[in-house]
């Protein structure tokens, strides 16, 4: 009898937990004159600010401002973010999805690869090689269904996902995973790059763009030196400071606004093995101004000044690696066999080098992004352009602008809604005990 009694108390005081361990999503388009607001409130657990942010990211989403706290056991983010245009979120899906994923952000993503292999390739940059691989993997017989390369520091990392064209299956074959290895890692060496080129068949990848930014850091990128060295005037300014007082360490990042910026900060961060703690962002069409204070996952500040500058050139390299570089392309064609060998072909014939791609393939159609540059890294001459999109086909291969948000932040500021993130940054700084006082007045 009193089992049967305990057995209800037991149920509600499960489900208690859940609503309390089950982030609350507020989305605010009232609030603010040039964004849209999405507040997050839940309890503290590692992983959960990249999380969110991940999800916000994937969903194309501009993060313009925002600022995090987590002391104690609650955590509050309140992110300012656009569409592509820098408009605010109308689309009732686009609201749905954020709401829907961002209230269930503590249970685990992972992108399924069912119906394909995935390759992982990085090796030693230079002009040609994304057409050598290409070119291997036509004559083996792979569809190349999705890819993803990036370049850096005179490195290049790639995930192919692919499929057999024949049987229109994943490849399964032992014999054939070995010689597709074996033959892109001879590409990958070329003449000098023996011991450090690799591929390698990757049977669980959570995230794409979290994969090639741990493929580079095990590559260690951030440290080597360059085959080709560029101009670095747009190089970030990175510093690592300790709050002894206070037990964090101050994190402070000021560089160009893009993309994605904030993932891959926080994404470094996480992966380093550090906690955000707090955080505030902030745009302008001057730039980014991110500051963090981090503690590792033990709960100590960062120790000695070589991890100070460990953790510097990991974060350039990080804001850095999917930075555009050279003339965005896109190519928007019927899929073929052996189309992205000849495409990639028609670049290394003109000594264009591709310093990122990103591949896909939706109802039978390509639509690739190439951005290039000259075999130096600098901006290509525009009759070289028109010469391989004469070859390509005028109507398929097309030099996109990005979009107007990328290229020039929106001028209209909401006063107000920056004034409060201005003033939460200043106050973090002189008293963290009372910013979850603000940030409980301000949501």
């Not at 109308?90 to 999805?97: A, P």
């Not at 269930?104 to 995935?118: C, E, L, Y």
């Not at 070119?135 to 890819?147: N, Q, R, T």
């Not at 996480?270 to 703690?277: L, P």
Request: glycine letters at 6%; hydrophobic letters at 40%; one cysteine or more.
């Amino acid at each position: 009898m009193m089992q049967m009694e305990m057995r209800p108390c037991l149920d509600e005081f499960e489900k208690l937990l859940v609503r309390m361990n089950t982030p609350r999503v507020i989305i605010d388009n009232a609030g603010c004159v040039n964004a849209t607001l999405v507040m997050i409130d839940s309890a503290r657990k590692d992983g959960i600010l990249l999380e969110a942010v991940q999800v916000l990211t994937d969903l194309n989403l501009l993060i313009k401002k925002g600022y995090v706290s987590s002391d104690g056991r609650w955590n509050m983010d309140v992110f300012h973010v656009t569409n592509l245009d820098g408009n605010k979120l109308t689309d009732d899906s686009i609201i749905n999805c954020i709401q829907q994923s961002l209230g269930t952000i503590h249970h685990t993503r992972s992108k399924s690869i069912d119906g394909m292999t995935a390759i992982e390739l990085t090796g030693t940059d230079r002009v040609g090689l994304l057409s050598e691989v290409f070119a291997v993997l036509s004559d083996l017989k792979c569809d190349v269904v999705e890819a993803k390369v990036w370049t850096y520091n005179g490195r290049i990392a790639s995930l192919i996902y692919l499929k057999d064209c024949e049987s229109g299956c994943p490849i399964n074959d032992s014999k054939k995973l070995e010689s597709i290895e074996s033959r892109l890692r001879n590409v990958l060496k070329g003449d000098n790059d023996i011991r450090s080129a690799k591929t390698s068949v990757s049977m669980a990848v959570t995230h794409t763009e979290r994969r090639l930014h741990q493929m580079m850091f095990a590559d260690r990128d951030y440290e080597r030196t360059p085959i080709i060295k560029t101009s670095d005037e747009c190089s970030p300014a990175v510093s690592v400071q300790n709050c002894l007082e206070k037990g964090y360490s101050v994190v402070n990042i000021q560089c160009k606004d893009r993309p994605k910026l904030l993932f891959d900060v926080v994404f470094t961060l996480t992966d380093m093995q550090y906690t955000v703690f707090h955080a505030t962002i902030d745009t302008t069409d001057n730039g980014a101004y991110l500051e963090f204070f981090v503690r590792h996952t033990d709960g100590t500040p960062i120790g000695s000044e070589a991890e100070q500058q460990r953790v510097t050139l990991c974060l350039k390299a990080a804001i850095e690696r999917r930075a555009s570089k050279g003339v965005r392309l896109e190519l928007c064609k019927d899929d073929k066999p052996g189309l992205l060998a000849e495409v990639t072909r028609a670049f290394r014939e003109n000594a264009l080098n591709v310093t990122r791609a990103e591949i896909s393939t939706t109802m039978g159609k390509a639509k690739n992004i190439f951005y290039v540059t000259d075999a130096c890294k600098n901006h290509v001459d525009s009759k070289i352009i028109e010469s391989v999109r004469q070859r390509i086909g005028l109507d398929y291969l097309r030099v996109k602008e990005l979009p107007l948000a990328f290229r020039n932040h929106v001028k209209a500021e909401n006063v107000e809604g920056g004034a409060v993130l201005l003033a939460l940054g200043s106050m973090l700084r002189r008293n963290l005990s009372n910013l979850g006082g603000l940030i409980k007045s301000y949501s």
